[in-house]
Antibody, heavy 122, light 110 residues
Framework: EVQLVQSGAEVKKPGESLKISCKGSGYSFSSYWIAWVRQMPGKGLEWMGIIYPGDSDTKYSPSFQGQVTISADKSISTAYLQWSSLKASDTAMYYC???????????????WGQGTLVTVSS | QSVLTQPPSASGTPGQRVTISCSGSSSNIGRNTVNWYQQLPGTAPKLLIYSNNQRPSGVPDRFSGSKSGTSASLAISGLQSEDEADYFCAARDDTLNGVVFGGGTKLTVL
């Protein structure tokens, strides 16, 4: 069974750093792009970027380039999303999602993690 | 403001057919395929339709998708109470070099 299991909810202060994780199982983790998607409270979905765990090739949305870092460790089938200095506006639910098929930067997402709620407040 | 435009809400009674529209432009829907996601309350999104009109395994055939020009639609026939959810369209955008989503449509089953 394919699963993406994300790390737990975080409460941070502005200016702090954070790294959240997404562990895949039940499929060849190295062979499918993983995307990160943001959902701010009561809002829609936003594509942040993707990573190919096989070689850590990454692609960012222009809106998130320079704001976050996406990485992966294929040896433990885990992808990461990190911030060096959080802002209150980073408060949101963050989802990782697996590409339905390989070979495209823009494939649909067939499996999603359960989400990690990040709250940034002083 | 989302790149793809969806109505914020839709509603129907059990058994009815409802449609949800998604409007884009030549840089996204006009030249790329559309995917639809269903997000039940408090849960992660789920892939409902991909490549305009394809259903992943396990998705009932009550759900169908179509695309024409720079717009797409999701149709749900035989509406059921468990269909009450938020629905999002998504497509590749060649100008923004990424995936763009609609703002979402909240479907209420009356």
């Amino acid at each position: 069974e394919v699963q993406l299991v994300q790390s737990g909810a975080e409460v941070k202060k502005p200016g702090e750093s954070l790294k959240i994780s997404c562990k895949g199982s039940g499929y060849s983790f190295s062979s499918y792009w993983i995307a990160w998607v943001r959902q701010m409270p009561g809002k829609g979905l936003e594509w942040m970027g993707i990573i190919y765990p096989g070689d850590s090739d990454t692609k960012y949305s222009p809106s998130f380039q320079g704001q976050v870092t996406i990485s992966a460790d294929k040896s433990i089938s885990t992808a990461y999303l990190q911030w060096s200095s959080l802002k209150a506006s980073d408060t949101a639910m963050y989802y990782c999602a697996k590409h339905f098929y390989s070979g495209s930067y823009y494939a649909p997402f067939d499996y999603w993690g359960q989400g990690t709620l990040v709250t940034v407040s002083s | 403001q989302s790149v793809l435009t969806q109505p914020p809400s839709a509603s129907g009674t059990p058994g009815q057919r409802v449609t949800i529209s998604c409007s884009g432009s030549s840089s996204n829907i006009g030249r790329n395929t559309v995917n639809w996601y269903q997000q039940l309350p408090g849960t992660a999104p789920k892939l409902l339709i991909y490549s305009n009109n394809q259903r992943p395994s396990g998705v009932p055939d009550r759900f169908s998708g179509s695309k024409s020009g720079t717009s797409a639609s999701l149709a749900i026939s035989g509406l059921q109470s468990e269909d009450e959810a938020d629905y999002f369209c998504a497509a590749r955008d060649d100008t923004l070099n990424g995936v763009v989503f609609g703002g979402g449509t909240k479907l209420t089953v009356l």
